[in-house]
């Protein structure tokens, strides 16, 4: 069964900082992962998505992530921190039946 | 381009009444759709997945008699809590799947409150 955990509920990082958000994961097929962003009170935001070839995938908003197959990870990296990246932050993986499993969130923090 | 529209954004009802929450595909058509429910601080659990023109099937735990999902056509599902209570409150997220490597699409959420 796939699943998906996030080390560090809450994360704070200072204007201009960098982000690191981590995301394992388990598969028992080859994955697709993705990070999505949520606002308070609002739906999900596509961050970014990886599911099949070149591993560093870049999205919106200067983040991009990793897929590291030996350490089933996809962290979510962008180099400086801006107040409006202040927000939930999910990983996610797809499963075997086409469903998104997500992990539970980090809430990032961005302190002036 | 793929956007789908929920509605609506928030709804208070009285306990024992019945809700609908609509989530419609604008600009596609989405023939799989899945509800989501989250509370406060948490994490996003699916409740059922939605084929157009079948039965919603439901994950464990979620009463599909209390949470009756109706998935028409092609561009439309429907999401209705029956003889809401106050531990129904929450948040609720439609999406849609994009198909095969195009990953899925949100509705903007309903925060539901039954009184």
């Known amino acids: 069964a796939q699943s998906v955990t996030q080390l560090g509920s809450h994360v704070s990082v200072s204007e201009g900082a960098l982000v690191l958000l981590r995301c394992n994961y388990s598969?028992?097929?080859?994955?697709?992962l993705f990070w999505y962003v949520q606002y308070p009170n609002q739906g999900l935001q596509l961050l970014l998505k990886?599911?099949?070839?070149?591993?560093l995938v870049k999205g919106i908003n200067g983040f991009e992530a990793e897929f590291k197959k030996s350490e089933t990870s996809f962290h979510l990296t962008k180099p400086s921190a801006h107040m409006s990246d202040a927000a939930e932050y999910f990983c996610?993986?797809?499963?075997?039946?086409?469903?998104?499993?997500f992990g539970p969130g980090t809430s990032l923090s961005v302190i002036p | 381009g793929a956007v789908v529209s929920q509605h609506p954004s928030w709804v208070i009802c009285k306990s024992g009444t019945s809700v609908k929450i609509e989530c419609r595909s604008l600009d596609f058509q989405a023939t799989t759709m899945f509800w989501y429910r989250q509370f406060p601080k948490q994490s996003l659990m699916l409740m059922a997945t939605s084929n157009e023109g079948s039965k919603a099937t439901y994950e464990q735990g979620v009463e599909k008699d209390k949470f009756l999902i109706n998935h028409a056509s092609l561009t439309l599902s429907t999401l209705t809590v029956t003889s809401a209570h106050p531990e129904d409150s929450s948040f609720y997220i439609c999406?849609?799947?994009?198909?095969?490597?195009?990953?899925?699409?949100f509705g903007s959420g309903t925060r539901l409150t039954v009184v």
């Open positions: 598969s028992s097929v080859p994955p697709y």
């Open positions: 996610a993986v797809k499963t075997s039946y086409d469903k998104v499993i």
């Open positions: 999406s849609a799947s994009l198909g095969t490597g195009h990953g899925y699409t």
């Open positions: 990886y599911t099949t070839g070149a591993t």
